[in-house]
């Protein structure tokens, strides 16, 4: 919000008063730009330096103006802000590699998809040959079908997060500037990025309304979050995350397996090999409702590792079944094997029964809670610092972008 302008707008002349530093760089505040928090040279009656531009609001921004069309008060004028959403962006919603032909907008829906011939393709099966794949093809794509990302960017496409809040979270195809039919998936915002090298990062964050302070969840949102930052009261700032937690819970035993999701591992065999999938219980519930989960399973002796799709399977076969067919989607069946590395089918191998993950194994003696809580705690302490660092790369990218 720091960088976006008031009414005055970019490249507008800094607005100053001098008394106004902003906390962070003790560097005068442009008031030209939304801010909300601010350091004075004076204390103030409360012995403060730092204040905030919200008495009761933490999330309010205000922004100075010259802009005469807003009202002015005392000869100053102002503009306000509550965000209800963070959202940070990447270069990807311009980043077009395959020269994909952008259609204009023109009003409807159905006017933008004039001139936009095939339907993207959305039943292709990863064996479909190009001259199939340019029969369905989008010819190009417009506004509300904005695919250009290669999906082969991804480690894993088909495992999205599916959120109707998210602008996309399947593959298409779509033809190139050579009219080469191409699997691409959205370039909007998603909740959170599709796994590249098996990582995601998270690009949406709501920001609460305060209408849900009354919830018992705000209140420990709120507790958390004291925590971590390490605020007066809640631990010193050199305390792990879990000494700060035991010092505002003493009474409450914890086990470190219980902040953890519960995850089950499935052995996976061949004639001659062996492999196991280890999959959390949030998993398994997608399953259930009858989505599927690509998972990489453990290596084999010689290295070897599989692409392996679980689904529900049908819990009747079609000559079973009193309409003569099966069950679409299958929802809750038995965890099965529907492709491996791309392929309909188990290639080959047999998905055993899952044994429920009980913490690490321990070569010596079991560790005492104590320790286990801390190092639930450090482990917290360096997934903080790997989201603050991968929040400061996104930065630098919507800065490029």
Not at 109 to 117: A, D, F
Not at 125 to 151: M, R, V
Not at 319 to 336: K, Q
Request: charged residues 25%.
């Amino acid at each position: 919000m720091e960088q976006i302008p008031g009414k005055d707008n970019y490249n507008a002349p800094p607005i100053g008063h001098g008394a106004y530093r902003d906390p962070k760089t003790n560097k005068e505040t442009n008031a030209a730009m939304y801010n909300r928090v601010f350091r004075t040279d004076q204390k103030d009656a409360n012995g403060e330096k730092n204040g905030m531009r919200g008495f009761h609001d933490p999330y309010l921004w205000v922004a100075e103006t010259t802009n005469e069309k807003v009202v002015a008060f005392n000869g100053r004028r102002f503009s306000w802000a509550i965000p209800f959403e963070v959202i940070y962006l990447s270069p990807l919603r311009t980043w077009n590699p395959y020269g994909i032909k952008h259609y204009e907008r023109k009003g409807s829906e159905k006017e933008n998809q004039k001139g936009i011939s095939g339907n993207g393709c959305p039943d292709a099966k990863p064996d479909d040959s190009e001259e199939e794949l340019k029969k369905c093809a989008w010819s190009g794509i417009q506004h509300n079908n904005y695919f250009q990302t290669p999906a082969s960017l991804f480690t894993d496409s088909a495992d999205a997060e599916v959120d109707t809040a998210d602008t996309g979270s399947s593959v298409n195809v779509v033809l190139d500037q050579n009219g080469k039919p191409r699997r691409v998936v959205a370039s909007g915002v998603a909740i959170s990025t599709k796994k590249l090298d098996g990582k995601s990062v998270r690009t949406r964050y709501p920001v609460f309304p305060l209408h849900e302070e009354s919830l018992t969840v705000w209140h420990e949102m709120k507790l958390m979050q004291a925590m971590l930052q390490r605020k007066e009261g809640y631990g010193s700032k050199h305390s792990t995350f879990v000494e700060r937690a035991r010092q505002a819970f003493p009474f409450q035993e914890v086990e470190a397996a219980s902040l953890v999701e519960q995850s089950y591992r499935f052995p996976l065999m061949a004639d001659d090999h062996e492999h196991y999938l280890d999959v959390t219980e949030g998993q398994l519930n997608d399953v259930d409702m009858g989505n599927s989960v690509v998972l990489r399973t453990s290596p084999a002796a010689d290295g070897h590792t599989h692409s392996v799709e679980l689904a529900s399977m049908p819990t009747q076969d079609a000559s079973e079944h009193t309409l003569n067919a099966v069950e679409h989607p299958p929802v809750g069946g038995e965890v099965g094997i529907s492709h491996v590395d791309g392929h309909a089918g188990t290639g080959g191998h047999t998905l055993g029964y899952e044994e429920p993950i009980i913490g690490e194994p321990v070569e010596a003696e079991e560790a005492s809670r104590e320790d286990k809580i801390n190092k639930l705690g450090k482990e917290m302490d360096e997934k903080m610092q790997q989201i603050a660092a991968m929040k400061k790369e996104l930065d630098l990218l919507s800065k490029t972008a």
